[in-house]
């Protein structure tokens, strides 16, 4: 356990290192909501909504923008990168498994997510009245399937991808259609039938919509649920079965 | 006493054998070096014993347990080719992180100070130099006071100085009792530290022997050369038996031989008052014995 914490400790260190990263999983999201918060459009409340307002879709939108950077191009790129340099190769000349340096990434990441949804949230609801989730565990259930499903894909890119460059570039390009169906352009409720439907399929669009369900104090839709632990499962078996150590 | 014992190892990569039959046993306290041109097999060779890897047949033990045994990880350290750290990773958190890894761990600021690394600890791994990122994983790789120590290609990408004092270093590890498996294709490297060595060629293993075990295979025949100071028939030297043929070059001299043959070239040449300037011998040595055992059919 000791050795988990560490290594844990030290993926939180190396990462924050990287000022891009820092930028785009923590900052960007928190900046993105103060900009939007101040455009007025931002404050009306179209009635395909369900009563909320635009910003408070996009706060949940910041968040999975997050998400989608981490899952789709962080969490790949790096660990494609700590097989492609040996440094899950030496690991495995130590008394550590591999395996639990992967395991630090994700809690890593989770955690990043998690620092992000507090940052965002706190400055959507003190600067532009957000609302706080009606249902707080469901909210932090559905950051958790949003992230298993983003992060599924991730790890599936990092056990097929050759290197690094490789599994970035793949998740750049699965990242924009994602975020697309997410709402991030266009909120999904005022989306075409057709794309809203097409989009139930797509995990960060499923996760937008257990949060935004979570945001009114709803139940989530079991097709949310079905949609990201079948990513979860399905892409998260597929890695395991791909992945490579050297 | 064996702690390493390697039996008739095989390895193949799909069509490509990388280890057709490879045997060996390394005692205790000895620097064993394995030798071989590059594609040999040698790399695959210390992959199995490190565990990285299953052969397709054969036994490798080791200590009490079998190569791949997780008991084992804490008591062999392994340097292998190819493995890095995080860029942005310094020294110091490299060998306090690796450090909670081990059960025992040495003191990691002695061997960097050993290792000359102490000034880096606070640089970030990717700005280090191919020879501080050498030195780094060997410290890596004595993190865990291990009993048996793996070195692959240690002094690779080192530069000359750099590369002496790895071999101090490596001798100052041997007298810590740590047993040294060293693979490498440096021939000065396995002269100067190997206790003995095994040549792998074409993933077989053609000779087992101390390094002056190796060199007397190749022959021990030797070459004097020299620029007499007066003229002399060849009869004069021929007819030693140590001197198997002499060959003149203008004015210089050179005499093919074995045994005592510097000696006894020299006491003629002495006794006819010839005195032989600019003499050089040559012996056969490690690179000879080397290409001669695996010099392509």
């Known amino acids: ?246 | 006493m064996t702690v390493i014992e390697v039996k008739n190892l095989a390895k193949r990569y799909g069509e490509t054998v990388a280890v057709r039959d490879v045997s060996f046993s390394v005692e205790r306290g000895e620097i064993f070096g394995i030798l071989g041109p590059n594609g040999a097999g040698k790399t695959t060779t210390v992959e199995c014993i490190a565990g990285l890897r299953t052969p397709d047949s054969g036994s490798i033990t080791i200590l009490d347990g079998s190569a791949g045994d997780p008991a084992l990880r804490t008591r062999v350290g392994v340097q292998l080719q190819e493995g890095e750290l995080q860029d942005k990773l310094t020294v110091r958190e490299a060998l306090e992180l690796y450090s909670t890894f081990y059960p025992d761990p040495a003191d990691w600021r002695k061997l960097v100070d050993d290792l000359g690394l102490t000034p880096k600890l606070k640089t970030r791994y990717g700005k280090l130099s191919g020879g501080q990122k050498q030195r780094l994983s060997i410290a890596l790789a004595l993190l865990g006071n291990p009993e048996i120590a793996i070195l692959d290609e240690l002094t690779t990408g080192l530069d000359p100085q750099a590369r002496r004092d790895t071999w101090d270093l490596i001798s100052g590890i041997r007298d810590r009792g740590v047993t040294l498996l060293l693979v490498t294709h440096f021939m000065e490297e396995a002269e100067r530290l190997c206790d003995r060595i095994a040549v792998i060629d074409k993933g077989e293993v053609v000779a087992l022997d101390t390094p002056a075990g190796l060199v007397q295979r190749a022959g021990d025949e030797q070459r004097i050369r020299f620029r007499p100071s007066l003229p002399f028939a060849d009869e004069l030297l021929t007819g030693l038996p140590e001197v198997k043929e002499l060959r003149r070059q203008g004015e210089r001299v050179e005499i093919i031989g074995s045994g005592n043959l510097l000696h006894a070239v020299i006491s003629v040449l002495a006794r006819d008052g010839i005195v032989a300037a600019e003499l050089t011998l040559e012996q056969a040595s490690l690179d000879d014995a080397f290409v001669n055992l695996t010099r392509g059919e």
């Open chain 1, 1 to 246: 356990m000791t050795v988990f914490l560490k290594l844990l400790r030290t993926e939180m260190k190396i990462s924050l290192r990287d000022p891009l990263y820092a930028f785009f999983t923590l900052l960007f999201p928190v900046l993105l909501i103060a900009i939007l918060g101040n455009v007025p459009t931002m404050q009306e409340a179209p009635p395909e909504l369900g009563g909320l307002r635009v910003i408070d879709l996009y706060a949940g939108l910041a968040l999975g923008l997050a998400i989608g950077i981490i899952g789709l191009q962080g969490l790949p790129a790096v660990l494609a990168t700590y097989r492609e340099r040996g440094i899950l190769r030496r690991l495995a000349t130590t008394p550590v498994r591999p395996g639990l340096l992967l395991g630090a990434q994700l809690t890593m990441n989770l955690i990043t997510v998690l620092i992000s949804a507090v940052l965002v949230y706190t400055v959507a609801n003190l600067a532009f009245d957000v609302p706080i989730p009606e249902s707080p565990l469901l909210f932090l259930l559905a950051v958790l399937l949003n992230c298993s499903g983003a992060f599924a894909i991730g790890l599936l890119l990092a056990a097929v991808a050759p290197s690094g460059k490789t599994a970035n570039a793949i998740g750049t390009f699965l990242f924009f259609p994602l975020m697309f169906f997410a709402g991030l352009w266009a909120p999904r409720e005022l989306m075409p039938e057709v794309l809203q439907r097409i989009g139930d399929f797509t995990p960060l669009a499923a996760g937008q919509d257990m949060m935004t369900d979570a945001l009114l104090g709803h139940s989530p839709e079991l097709i949310s649920i079905t949609v990201l632990l079948g990513y979860l499962v399905i892409c998260g078996a597929a890695a395991v079965k791909f992945f490579r150590w050297e």
